[in-house]
């Protein structure tokens, strides 16, 4: 335990800043030994700047310590629901940081980025023969960005209909991620919320009901946020289509129908990926991701600048759109994320694309027919690439709630789902192994839950209590935001 | 193409052989796969899907190397910078950045296993707030450009007003992404080439510190002018310069936004990136993105003793998964990684190493724009004083001194003549930095020399 708690101190208190001493340092900089310019006027410049000061090694040690303090995909089981906690080929880190790919200067010239530009081409094109949608984006750095270039696109090609006075209402179901209302609003739109019907699809009468010329798109998750097909989408996108209002696609379960079905065969006008999800690159505590945007011939014109095209004198490129909603970011893209993500799709090929989804969904349905009876289900059906439980029994009948079960699951060596999401599931539970953990992890972390569950009606306390073996125990969230302490300068203050 | 063994894991990735798959299928009560899939319209399953075949590693390996090999070499001097710069990298922050725990955690939902991407963001927080001069940092955004944009959603929304305003000269990025940005709002939009024109219309003026031709701006004068009109003042600043320049909070900015990526690594064509944000208290509760928290635990230790320090998500009041539509930002997955390798390098530096390389920055930049200044046919017009970019007027039409660089094996500064400034007409923008070799600088210096002389 000493790197998890070097020397039984509090580590947590004492930062990189309070660590060290004056005078030692981590690097040394080159002297200047030609001639010396003076530096600008005195009020340009900066009289005080305080960082911490560590030999090389302590710098090593204190961010070794931290890491020992994480828990990733690496080190265990992660069904994280609708995250798509998979392993990170290593491979793909090797060749996304090759030195010729490293070097390039988003600036250079075409000419000299042919070998980056090349593989952002056929990265697009597989993504667009994958998703059935002919035209791609690969610009957006994460999923709320390719949502947001997806709900602009809508938005220029109403205006360029006549339409967009009109039709200021984006209709999103009760079950969706946060980022798609938060987009919508952020793009202008009011949200009119879609609830779900009692098999967990989406309430068709309701749908049929809001469509009018005052719906510019319906924003959908397929597979959704339960882990279920919307059956009948493709029924749907034609009435979408008929009241003129367009179909968003939410892909971020994208994983659980890769080579099976596509999106612009079911008639979805503009999605978004996630290829830090499904794709398998490597989320990093929270980022870098990637978030391209694949659309039909019609949104094509409207997509993000920039879009990756081979020219006829076999040069690839980067060109703008005719009628681009613009940039989203000053370069490209997160281009390191796309190269691994590329490596990833040419490492499985269409039969091993296949092979994921078809191993996701079993390994969901694995985990679903385990716990079948130790946890309800509310939606009692055979699942996509997730299962959502409830804790709404133990609630009941011991007073435990999904969190103390989330934090229990931390002793037992597995990182916990995503609870309390999505939000129409009381005391949620959602879990997703994904198709790279083999069936004894599964049948682990299903022994763990059940251990679990008739620990609840044993001995409720330890639950509250839990984790017990983490690096630290529950913290005190409302304090944090009550009294804010945001950065070392104020932590230093207090003391 | 790989060959997998019959009955054996269809591939590397995947564990599950036909046994085990055979196993699990009958303990969920079907005959094959294709039965799980059965909700999907069986008219468009398992549709043609033309993609190139499989790889196995050794050769995808060899494909990717083929292909970072058609990129123009490191070693070929570039002297362009315009948002991105090369620089100097310690080896510990690409060493520990690798370390899988970090790299291959998810979002820090779950914080007692999650201290380590919590604590270093809080790092990250610590060091940002330090060099912007602000008070609140969030765990960092996309890149510097949608940083700024969402600045400017966050002063319109905090005054109130229809309009923000950019000061030239600005990375035309900054300007096309504010605009796609500030579309859905229906804000006004206005490229400024004086702060005299900024007006209590205005929500915000946005002033790029070095500017985009590199010049090093006096804050402090837009600063008051823009608050003697209620606008607030956000400085999109290069967090690197900041190791000499005046913090942009002391100087009276309330927003700061830089772009992070040049001190995390390599500039590997943009990305990732990293966009800093910062900004005065106030403006706490209206930020955008994910801020972490410094707190204790609920309960003492198992085994005795104080409850003890740790960090939390905090202020998720403000957030997408919270307050859905009525969220500051849509934003989730952003550039944590990023924003953990640029804490480390600028720790790594220190306060005396920041300073240092900064300095060496300034001085190598000034030495070679002197020893370009000195050859015959050549200028560097004078926009005051500046930090690791310059301008270049030579003896030929810009497009023709690129391309005669270009020819000689030197990648040449940006074209920057189609700008409206007097002292960027005819003239390339190029940029040296304490990462740039001297052999490099004296191949440029040679190069123009001759351009000269067959002019």
């Not at chain 2, 005065?280 to 104080?306: A, Y």
Request: aromatic letters at 6%; proline letters at 8%; hydrophobic letters at 40%.
């Amino acid at each position: 335990m000493s790197a998890l708690r070097p020397g039984g101190e509090d580590f947590g208190a004492r930062l990189s800043f309070d660590r060290g001493g004056p005078g030692r340092r981590a690097v040394d900089v080159p002297a200047w030994t030609g001639k010396a310019t003076p530096l600008p006027d005195a009020h340009l410049l900066r009289d005080s700047l305080r960082l911490p000061e560590l030999s090389q090694g302590e710098l090593v040690r204190y961010y070794t310590a931290l890491s020992a303090r994480n828990y990733g995909i690496d080190s265990g089981t992660y069904p994280l629901g609708s995250c798509t906690m998979k392993y990170n080929p290593k491979v793909d880190d090797l060749v996304a940081s090759l030195p010729g790919f490293a070097a390039a200067h988003p600036q250079a010239p075409a000419e000299d980025a042919q070998g980056t530009l090349r593989t952002l081409l056929e990265l697009r094109r597989g993504l667009a023969e994958a998703t059935g949608l002919p035209a791609v984006s690969l610009a957006p750095a994460a999923g709320a960005q390719g949502e947001l270039a997806g709900v602009l696109m809508i938005t220029r090609a109403l205006e360029d209909r006549g339409e967009l006075e009109k039709r200021r209402r984006i209709l999103v179901p009760d079950s969706a991620h946060g980022t798609n209302p938060a987009t919508a609003a952020m793009a202008g739109f009011t949200v009119t919320q879609i609830p779900t019907a009692a098999d967990g699809s989406l309430d068709r009468a309701t749908i049929e009901q809001e469509l009018d010329e005052s719906v510019a798109a319906v924003m959908v998750t397929a597979p959704n946020t339960l882990g279920l097909w919307e059956q009948g989408i493709e029924e749907v996108a034609g009435l979408i289509h008929d009241a003129g209002a367009y179909l968003y696609g939410d892909g971020a379960n994208f994983n659980a129908i890769m080579g099976r079905v596509r999106y612009g065969d079911l008639g979805f006008d503009v999605v978004h990926l996630n290829l830090h999800k499904s794709f398998s690159t490597p989320h990093g505590g929270g980022g870098p991701g990637a978030g391209p945007v694949c659309c039909s011939e019609e949104l094509a014109p409207y997509l993000p600048t920039p879009v990756v095209d081979e020219c006829e004198d076999g040069v690839v490129r980067l060109t703008a759109p005719e009628r681009s909603i613009g940039q989203l970011q000053q370069f490209h893209g997160n281009v390191g994320v796309l190269i691994r993500a590329y490596a990833y799709m040419r490492a499985l090929g269409l039969e091993g694309l296949r092979a994921v989804s078809g191993q996701a969904v079993l390994n969901a349905n694995y985990l679903r027919v385990l716990l079948h009876g130790y946890y309800d289900l509310p939606y009692d059906r055979p699942v996509l690439h997730e299962v959502v439980f409830s804790g709404s029994r133990q609630r009941r009948a011991n007073g435990v709630r999904t969190y103390d079960i989330a934090k229990r699951l931390i002793d037992h060596g597995f990182h916990p789902p995503t609870v309390y999401f999505p939000l129409i599931v009381e005391e949620a539970l959602m879990m997703e192994p994904t198709e790279t953990e083999p069936p004894e992890a599964i049948e682990a972390l299903a022994e763990a839950m059940v251990a679990i569950a008739e620990e609840a009606e044993r001995d409720p306390d330890t639950l509250h209590a839990a984790p017990l073996t983490a690096p630290i125990g529950r913290l005190d969230e409302a304090k944090a935001a009550r009294r804010p302490v945001l950065r070392w300068q104020e932590a230093e203050a207090e003391e | 193409m790989a060959s997998p063994a019959p009955g054996g894991a269809p591939h590397p990735y995947i564990p599950a052989t036909e046994a085990d798959r055979a196993r699990m299928l009958e303990r969920v009560g079907v005959d094959d796969l294709d039965a799980l899939f059965a909700d999907l319209p069986a008219a468009m399953r398992d549709p043609t899907i033309d993609l190139p075949p499989a790889l196995t590693e050794p050769e995808l390996i060899a494909l990717l190397e083929e292909r970072a090999g058609e990129n123009a070499g490191a070693s070929q001097p570039n002297f362009l910078g315009a948002g991105a710069y090369r620089r100097s990298i310690p080896a510990v922050a690409a060493h520990l950045t690798s370390r899988s725990e970090f790299v291959t955690a998810y979002t820090p939902y779950q914080p007692e296993i999650s201290q380590g991407t919590l604590q270093s963001a809080f790092e990250y927080q610590s060091v940002v707030c330090e060099l912007t001069g602000m008070n609140v940092s969030n765990t960092g955004l996309y890149d510097v450009a949608s940083a700024t944009a969402e600045a400017c959603l966050l002063a319109t929304r905090a005054t109130r007003r229809g309009a923000v305003a950019l000061l030239e000269p600005i990375h035309p990025g900054t300007i096309e992404v504010v605009r796609t940005y500030t579309r859905g709002a229906g804000l006004r939009v206005d490229i400024l080439t004086s702060v005299d024109a900024v007006s209590e219309e205005h929500a915000c003026l946005v002033v790029q510190q070095p500017d985009f031709l590199g010049a090093i701006v006096d804050l402090e004068p837009l600063a008051e002018a823009a608050h003697a009109s209620g606008v607030l003042l956000v400085t999109v600043a290069d967090p690197f310069a900041l190791g000499l320049l005046r913090s942009p909070g002391d100087a009276g900015a309330d927003i700061v936004t830089g772009e992070g990526r040049d001190l995390a690594g390599a500039p590997a064509f943009g990305g990732p990136s990293l966009g800093l944000f910062a900004a005065r208290t106030p403006f706490m509760r209206q930020m955008p993105g994910r801020i972490v928290g410094r707190t204790q635990e609920l309960h003492e230790p198992p085994e005795g003793g104080e409850p003890r320090t740790g960090y939390v998500l905090t202020l998720q009041a403000r957030e997408q998964f919270i307050r859905r539509e009525r969220a500051t930002s849509n934003v989730s997955t952003a550039q944590s990684l990023i924003a953990l390798a640029f804490t480390i390098t600028v720790q790594a530096l220190g306060p005396q190493g920041l300073r240092e390389a900064a300095e060496l920055c300034y001085q190598r930049a000034h030495d070679a724009a002197a020893r370009i200044a000195a050859l015959p046919g050549y200028e560097t017009p004078d926009r005051g004083p500046w930090f690791q970019e310059f301008l270049v007027r030579g003896p030929v039409p810009t497009a023709e001194l690129a391309q005669r660089l270009r020819e000689r094996g030197i990648g040449p500064g940006l074209d920057v003549s189609s700008r409206v400034e007097p002292e960027a007409q005819d003239a390339l923008l190029f940029a040296v930095t304490e990462a740039t070799p001297d052999a490099h600088v004296d191949a440029l210096v040679e190069a123009l020399a001759a351009i000269e002389a067959d002019a």
